[in-house]
């Protein structure tokens, strides 16, 4: 089994650094451009199956990768982004910090110690949530042999690496995962082995951060 586990593409609350969670949030234009490169540098792989968290951001990213081919996407909550409750839409830049917590930081540079709102999600429980999608994923023998893409989030895609490979107290692997971001994971036998991580099919000149830059 090969995965291809991707973020969506950018959204406009991404361009403003706003937390999206479960918000259903479309790709801005930028973040169809994106997916459309990203579908040319992967335009020769065969997909045999595809899942996708059934939020539009992630859908639309899928539905633009997999373009004509004649692959199954199917929706799975499991995948869906970390939720964040009541935090949802505020922006956590520092020139527009909206969060009501100075501990909020914490999501990125110690994400085990990170507390949500009311409502909300630890990594755990995201860890928890997307292992659960994972095991079902490697235990089904008629995936065995496919080529699988995933669409997924930012935190909920580390999430899922972290049941894959666990990386210990480094959950982000160094960064959050680039709109579009591709990684590729190689399973066998039920060991999987990380292939790439975050691959990206357009320039440096769009790699940017808005959450932390």
Known sequence: MRLYIVRHGETLWNTQGRMQGK???????????????????????SFDLAFTSPLKRARDTARLILGKRD????????IEEITFGEWEGLSCKKDNYQIPSDQFPKFF??????????????????????????????????????TILIAAHGCSSRALLYNIAPS??????GNVPPNCGVTIVEVKDKKADILELDKVYYGKEDLIDYYRG
Request: proline share 5%; aromatic share 10%.
């Open 71 to 78: 692959v199954a996407l199917i929706e799975d909550e499991r």
């Open 168 to 173: 210990g107290d480094d959950f982000w692997r």
């Open 109 to 146: 540079t110690s994400p085990f110690e990170y507390e949500p709102p009311e409502k909300g999600e630890t990594i755990l429980q995201l860890i928890e949530r997307t292992g659960g999608f994972y095991r079902d994923l490697i235990t089904e023998p008629s995936y065995r042999d496919m």
């Open 23 to 45: 918000a259903d949030i479309e790709l801005n234009e930028n973040g169809i451009r994106l997916a459309k490169v990203s579908a040319e540098g992967m335009q020769d792989i």
